[in-house]
């Protein structure tokens, strides 16, 4: 099947879906800087911090990943009294359509797992949390927060991370009021008693989680079916999702019954999250009626992007489809982002070394004065991003009857170009958002232009970039083209 238009309305179809989250929420925080010189105290690199990032991690992050795709969600765990869990609140405070329910627990500690970074490799990871049963009042809190939190026709996600929040029975209970209400129940499992799933509607362990929970080999497609097959007839588990890495995923129902599902990565560049995307797309496609098998298609999609990112990123919408047009259409498909699936691209460009560069305009019917800035725009910088103005902004700038070409043909044409890497298309009449958010390192403008006419230039200026006024090419105007064409038709 090469046609996109199923994919796209079942995409379309995850608004009217909604998630309740429960698990181990976390702070993953990521340190980046370099590693220049061995310790003069120990045989160990001495690391040289330049700058860190936080992120919603565990739970947090299935939360997150189900906001990136559209669906309502709901989230419920606990935290410490500390400045982690003020930063987890402030986190999913930013997330869309999400209501949360952070409960805190006095004299526990928020989860944190640090990660240092140095040239693209991660060189080690701190965790810094409380690894145990929640109190009694802190139990009582969150499962009346889970309860009033759900939802017929809605999805239960548990997100186990073994730290205690699903312990002593409250996964069940879970469960069992959730399907007492309609509600399937999505587990992504932790440690190797799996009758602390009993009754969920789908598990998803990866293949040594499938292998510690059963104790059998998983060395093969038929060995995993069986040992997959063994937690449904002796858990009461409806269905198991095996994620095996790159080769894929295989759906089992009975040891008779399985579909099998390659994988999709292009590329490989961080695992972490791949799993809370997995539940998160599963959970946001049951919720929004879609079948099994699709929503199984959704959630591979995603993984599949997700590993190709920087930490524990997230899978939105538009690239999900931009990575089935990459597989079934013509490649330069791909190169065409929404600002969010923008800025974690561009995150991970820079974790690589790569410089960014951006270039904004209309582009409409390219000439060799386009062609122009678009070649000295790449010789400045290793990754280039062009800022499109969208129809109703090109409408604006350049009067009645432009764009001539609309703005997806025109992102089209910009994409299949070896020269640009990225295209994002923008409402504004400026790219000053734009410019703003993703922070280029040169931001590329005809040299027709003075630096204090342009007001993205201070942005620009302000955190340390650096602006490149391009020559032009004289006697190449698209306004003075369109202008021939109709003097020639009258």
């Not at 995150?347 to 960014?356: H, I």
Request: proline content about 3%; hydrophobic content about 45%.
């Amino acid at each position: 099947m090469t046609d996109s238009a199923p994919l796209a309305k079942a995409l379309e179809d995850l608004k009217n879906g909604y998630v309740l989250i429960v698990g181990d929420a976390m702070l993953d925080r990521f340190v980046y800087g370099d590693v220049v010189r061995i310790s003069p105290e120990a045989p160990i690199p001495v690391f040289s911090t330049d700058h860190e990032t936080s992120m919603l991690g565990g739970a947090g992050n299935v939360a997150r990943s189900a906001a990136a795709l559209g669906v309502e969600v709901c989230f419920v765990s606990v935290t410490g009294d500390d400045g982690a869990g003020k930063d987890l609140d402030g986190l999913m405070a930013k997330l869309d359509r999400t209501e949360f329910s952070l409960i805190v627990e006095a004299g526990r500690k928020t989860s944190i797992k640090t990660r240092y970074i140095a040239s693209g490799q991660q060189m080690m990871r701190a965790d810094d949390e409380t690894v145990a049963p929640l109190t009694p009042g802190a139990r009582q809190k969150l499962l009346a927060a889970a309860m009033a939190g759900m939802k017929a026709g809605g999805v239960l996600v548990l997100s186990d991370y073994g730290k205690g929040v699903l312990d002593e029975g409250l996964g069940l209970e879970l469960i069992q009021a959730a399907r007492s209400r309609g509600m399937a129940v999505v587990a992504d499992p932790q440690g190797v008693d799996y009758s602390r799933y009993a009754g969920a509607s789908l598990i998803t362990p990866n293949r040594k989680e499938l292998a510690d929970a059963t104790g059998m080999a998983v060395d093969s497609e038929d060995a995993i079916i069986k040992a997959g097959a063994y937690l449904i007839e002796n858990h009461g588990i409806d269905a198991v999702l095996a994620t095996r890495s790159a080769d894929g995923m295989t759906l089992i129902k009975s040891a008779q019954e399985f579909t099998h599902f390659p994988a999709h990565a292009l590329e490989v560049f961080d695992v972490s999250g791949a799993g809370d995307t997995v539940a998160a797309a599963l959970a946001a496609a049951l919720s929004a009626n879609l079948g099994e098998e699709q929503a199984v298609n959704l959630a591979n999609l995603a993984a599949g992007i997700v590993v190709g990112k920087v930490g524990t990123a997230v899978a939105y919408g538009s690239e999900i489809l931009d990575a089935f047009h990459s597989e079934h259409a013509a490649p330069s498909h791909g190169k065409i982002k929404s600002l969010g699936a923008a800025l974690d691209t561009a995150q991970k460009w820079r974790a690589q070394g790569d410089t960014l560069g951006f270039a904004g305009g209309c582009f409409d019917l390219l000439h060799p004065g386009h062609l122009s800035l678009i070649g000295q725009a790449k010789n400045a910088c290793d990754r280039l991003v062009i800022g499109l103005n969208s129809d109703a902004s090109t409408g604006r700038l350049k009067g009645n009857g432009r764009p001539v070409q609309g703005e997806g043909t025109r992102a089209q044409v910009l994409a299949a170009m070896e020269a640009i890497d990225m295209v994002v298309i923008f409402g504004e009449d400026t790219p000053e958002d734009l410019i703003a958010a993703l922070k280029p390192d040169v931001l590329v403008k005809g040299a027709d232009y003075q630096l204090d006419e342009l007001p993205e230039a201070k942005i620009v200026e302000a955190y340390g970039g650096r602006i490149l006024l391009a020559k032009l090419e004289d006697g190449f105007s698209t306004t003075s083209t369109i202008a021939r064409i109709n003097g020639a038709a009258d």
